[in-house]
């Protein structure tokens, strides 16, 4: 795995943990408000890159037999 992939797993997993403790624990508002602003945004964004990373076998393949030419 490489560096992209090993960091948006944990920047996922962070904001999931981030975003239950706002759920679970009740904490004071400044501090859900913080969560919503960082940690969801940054959630989404790091779940696309992972489903971006893994895309479909054939586009793999369809990359290794079709070398790029250009415009």
């Known amino acids: 795995m490489d560096k992209l992939q090993i960091s948006s797993y944990l920047i996922f997993i962070i904001s999931v943990a981030a975003i239950a403790y706002g759920l679970l ?19 989404i964004l790091s779940f696309g890159l992972i489903v971006m990373k893994k895309g479909p076998k054939e586009a ?3 990359k290794t037999r079709e070398p790029f030419i250009g415009y």
Do not use: L, M, R
């Open 25 to 43: 624990f009740n904490p004071a508002n400044w501090v859900v408000y913080g969560i919503s602003i960082i940690f969801i945004p940054s959630g």
């Open 60 to 62: 793999e393949e369809d």
